[in-house]
Antibody, heavy 122, light 107 residues
Framework: QLQLQESGPGLVKPSETLSLTCTVS??????????WGWIRQPPGKGLEWIGS???????YYNPSLKSRVTISVDTSKNQFSLKLSSVTAADTAVYYC??????????????WGQGTLVTVSS | EIVMTQSPATLSVSPGERATLSCRAS??????LAWYQQKPGQAPRLLIY???TRATGIPARFSGSGSGTEFTLTISSLQSEDFAVYYC?????????FGQGTKLEIK
C-alpha cells in the first residue's frame, strides 16, 4: 500500500526558505504512470496547487508561486522535495504531498500524505 | 485559468437522506472532473474521477454525473462518516483547479 510522509520544520521565519521532503513507501517514485506534487491549504481555506514533478525531473509550477518554488526528486531515496523561498505569513498552511495518476484526460491527485503544518512566524 | 464554482457553500442534510452537490466550470472540461472528500484534520481523499468513476474502495452510495461545465456529486443515503467538505477539481487543463468546497453538515 502506497504511503507518503511529509517531513520538515514546522516553523519558518519570514524571508527564509521553507523546505519539505516527501518520502514515498510502498511504490516506486520512478514509475512512468505518475507525477508527484505538492498542494497547500491555509487554515480554514481551500486547496492551492504548488507544483508537480515527474521522475525524470520535469517540473510544473503554479505561476503565482513559480519565482519562489523549486521541486526536486531523488529517485535513489524514493523522495521528492519542496523549497519555497522568501516566505511570509501568507505561506502559513498545511502542506500535502501527493501522487498524481496520469489519465487520458490529465492528472488526478490520487493519493495524499497526511499533511504537515508549516507556520511562518518570527 | 478555469474557475470551478461549487454550490451550495454549506448543505445541511439528515442522516439517511440524499445529498446533491453541484460544481460548475467556467468553460468546458469535458469529463475531466474529480471529487474529493476532506474530513477535519485529514488529507483530501479521491472519491470520483472521470466525472463518474468511483475510486478504489469508495462505496456505491457515492455517484458522480455531468460533463462539459455542469457536474453533480450525489450521496444516496448519508452515513455519519460522510459529513465532511467536498471539493471538485477539473484536470482538463493543466494543472487542474479546485472549487472552493461544499461543507456537508448534519441537519
Amino acid at each position: 500500500q502506497l504511503q507518503l510522509q511529509e517531513s520538515g520544520p514546522g516553523l519558518v521565519k519570514p524571508s527564509e526558505t521553507l523546505s519539505l521532503t516527501c518520502t514515498v513507501s510502498g511504490g516506486s517514485i520512478s514509475s512512468s504512470s505518475y507525477y508527484w506534487g505538492w498542494i497547500r491549504q491555509p487554515p480554514g481555506k481551500g486547496l492551492e496547487w504548488i507544483g508537480s514533478i515527474y521522475y525524470s525531473g520535469s517540473t510544473y509550477y503554479n505561476p503565482s508561486l513559480k519565482s519562489r518554488v523549486t521541486i526536486s526528486v531523488d529517485t535513489s531515496k524514493n523522495q521528492f522535495s519542496l523549497k519555497l523561498s522568501s516566505v511570509t505569513a501568507a505561506d502559513t498552511a498545511v502542506y500535502y504531498c501527493a501522487r498524481l495518476m496520469i489519465t487520458f484526460g490529465g492528472v488526478i491527485w490520487a493519493e495524499w500524505g497526511q499533511g504537515t503544518l508549516v507556520t511562518v512566524s518570527s | 485559468e478555469i474557475v470551478m464554482t461549487q454550490s451550495p457553500a454549506t448543505l445541511s442534510v439528515s442522516p439517511g437522506e440524499r445529498a446533491t452537490l453541484s460544481c460548475r466550470a467556467s468553460q468546458s472540461v469535458s469529463s475531466n472532473l474529480a471529487w474529493y472528500q476532506q474530513k477535519p484534520g485529514q488529507a483530501p481523499r479521491l472519491l470520483i474521477y472521470g466525472a463518474s468513476t468511483r475510486a478504489t474502495g469508495i462505496p456505491a452510495r457515492f455517484s458522480g454525473s455531468g460533463s462539459g461545465t455542469e457536474f453533480t456529486l450525489t450521496i444516496s443515503s448519508l452515513q455519519s462518516e460522510d459529513f465532511a467538505v467536498y471539493y471538485c477539481q477539473q484536470y482538463n487543463n493543466w494543472p487542474g483547479t479546485f472549487g472552493q468546497g461544499t461543507k456537508l453538515e448534519i441537519k
